[in-house]
C-alpha cells in the first residue's frame, strides 16, 4: 500500500497584469480592466512514495518543485486531486526558517522545534543533543544576531534532523556548510534512512539524487515527464540542461 | 556528534497535538514576549509607562473639565486601560499573519495560532492593567464588591472575544488588502473618541446612546466602570447585549477565517 499518494492534483495561480494590494489601489482601480494569465503550475500530477523509501524529484527551476513539496506539506491546497499522507510529514523547505535573531541559540531551538511539531520536552531533551551536532555549544547563550551564516545554517539542520517524524521532506538544503558538516548532515540523513524513515528531496543536484534516492521524477511544464530509478532520472535531468525535456518518452505510471 | 537516529514515530494522536499546539503557543508567547520587553522585568514596566503616562496627561488636563465628578480619576483608569488592551490587541491581531507569514510558507502551523499568540502580549498587561487598577480602587477608598470583580472578569473576557474575533478576521483580510492597519488606526483614533473613556456618557444626550453601544468597547467600558467604581451592576439585559455582542464578533470573524486561512500561504 502506498504511503503517500498524489491523485491528479493541478495547481495554478491567476496572474493579473496590474496587482492590487490595498484598499485603495482597488477603489482607485474600479473603472480600469484588468487582465489575467493563469500560470499553470502543475496539470494533474499523479505518484506514490512507499514506506522506507526515499524519492527525488527533479527538474528545471519553474517547472513546480516547490509547489509540489507545498502541497504535499499542507501549505499549499490544490485546485484539483487529492494528496492522501498515512504518516506524519516533517517540512524541511528551508534552513533556520523563523530564526528571532534577538533571542539566543536556546530560545531559538525552542521556537522553531516547536514550529517543526516537536513537544516542549522533546526539544528540552533533546537540547544538548542538537546544539552538538551544530557544533554550538560554546554559543548557546549567544544572540543569533552575532551567529555568522554558516553557524545558523548549521543549527537550522541540527533542528531539522532531530525534528523528523515519519517523512522528511526536504527542499534543496544539503548545498550548505563546510565539507565536513556535509558529510555529517548525508550521515544523519543515512541513520534516518536505515530506521525507517522516509524522505521525498527535491534538489538540483545530480549526485544527491542519485546517492540518496531510490526513485525519482523529472517535472517539466507540472508534469511528470519521466518516472524511474534515481539513477536513470538524474542522468535524463543533466541532459535536459542542454535539450527540451518534452521529447522524453512519457512517463510510466506508478503501479 | 551525531544525532540519534530515532526510528519513525506514529502520527500523533490527539492529545499529542494538544500537547504540540500548547508547546507552540507557550514558546511563541516566551519568545514574543522576550523580544519585546528585550527578556527583562524592567523592560516590561518600561512598556507599561506608555499607557501610565497618557492617563496622567489626561487626567491632568479632564479632570478639571470634570472637577464635580469624584470619581472620575477612578472612571478615567478603567477605561483608558481596557481601551489600551482593545487597541494594541486588535493592531497586533490585525498584521499577525503577514507578520509571521515565514512560519505559514515553510512549515505546517495552524494559522490561528499565530493570531491567538500575537494578542498575548497585550493580555499580560491587561493582566498588570487589572492589578493596578484593583490597587488605585481600594487606596481611593473604593474597593470593589466580590460580585463587581467576578463581573468585571466576565467583562473583560467578552472585550477578549471581541479582540480575538476582530483579529482573526482581520488578519486574513490584510493578507489582501495591505493597508487595512491604515484604515484601522484611523478607525482607533475615531473610536477612541466615540468610546466614553476621557468623558462620562451622561453629558451626551441619551438618544445618542444607543449608537455609542455599538461600538464594542462602550459596553465592555460602561459596565466595568458600573460594577468596579460606583458598585452596581448592569441589568440583566445588559449583560444579555454584551455576550451577544461579543459572541457575534467572535463568529463572526471565526467564519471569515475559516474561510479564507486556507489559502493564505498564496497571498504572502
Known sequence: MAFIEVDAVSKGFWIPTLRRETVREHLLGLLERRQFQRLQVLDAISFEVRRGEALGIMGRNGCGKSTLLKILCGVYLPDQGRVSARAAMTPVLDLGVGWNPELDAVDNVMLIGSVM??????????????????????????????????????????????????????????????????????????????????????????????AFCDRALLLDGGRVALEGTAGTIADRYVATLTQPVRDAPEAPRPS | ?????????????????????????????????????????????????????????????????????????????????????????????????????????????????????????????????????????????????????????????????????????????????????????VALQAGFFIAPIVYPLGILPERFHFYLYIWPPTPVIEFSRAALVAGVLPTLRGDAYLLLDSLCCLIAGAVIFSRLSPRAAEYL
Open chain 1, 117 to 210: 511539531g516537536l513537544t516542549l520536552d522533546e526539544i528540552r531533551r533533546g537540547l544538548d543533543e542538537i546544539l552538538a551536532f551544530a557544533e554550538l555549544e560554546r554559543f548557546a547563550n549567544m544572540k543569533l544576531k552575532h551567529y555568522s551564516s554558516g553557524m545558523s545554517q548549521r543549527l537550522g539542520y541540527a533542528v531539522a534532523f532531530k525534528a523528523v517524524r515519519e517523512v522528511l521532506v526536504l527542499d534543496e538544503i544539503f548545498a550548505v556548510g563546510d565539507a565536513g558538516f556535509r558529510a555529517r548532515c548525508e550521515q544523519r540523513f543515512r541513520e534516518l534512512r536505515a530506521s525507517g524513515h522516509t524522505a521525498i528531496i527535491v534538489s538540483h543536484d545530480p549526485r544527491v539524487i542519485a
Open chain 2, 1 to 185: 556528534m551525531v544525532l540519534a537516529a530515532d526510528a519513525p514515530s506514529a502520527p500523533a494522536p490527539r492529545r499529542g497535538r494538544a500537547l504540540q499546539h500548547a508547546g507552540l503557543i507557550w514558546t511563541l508567547v516566551r519568545t514574543d514576549f522576550k523580544t519585546r520587553y528585550h527578556g527583562t522585568l524592567g523592560g516590561f514596566v518600561w512598556a507599561l509607562l506608555k499607557p501610565m503616562s497618557m492617563f496622567i496627561v489626561l487626567m491632568g488636563v479632564f479632570s478639571f473639565l470634570f472637577a464635580s465628578d469624584p470619581t472620575y480619576k477612578l472612571n478615567l483608569i478603567v477605561g483608558l486601560f481596557l481601551w489600551d488592551f482593545f487597541a494594541e490587541g486588535t493592531k497586533s491581531g490585525l498584521t499577525s499573519l503577514q507578520a509571521k507569514g515565514y512560519l505559514l510558507t515553510k512549515a505546517r502551523v495552524p494559522p490561528w495560532i499565530l493570531v491567538v499568540t500575537s494578542i498575548a502580549n497585550a493580555l499580560i498587561t491587561l493582566v498588570v492593567f487589572a492589578l493596578v487598577i484593583g490597587i488605585f480602587l481600594v487606596a481611593t477608598g473604593h474597593a470593589p464588591t466580590v460580585a463587581g470583580v467576578v463581573a468585571f472578569g466576565a467583562y473583560c473576557l467578552a472585550l477578549v472575544a471581541i479582540v480575538v474575533g476582530f483579529a482573526l478576521g482581520s488578519s486574513v483580510l490584510f493578507l489582501r488588502y495591505r493597508d487595512l492597519n491604515q484604515f484601522w488606526e
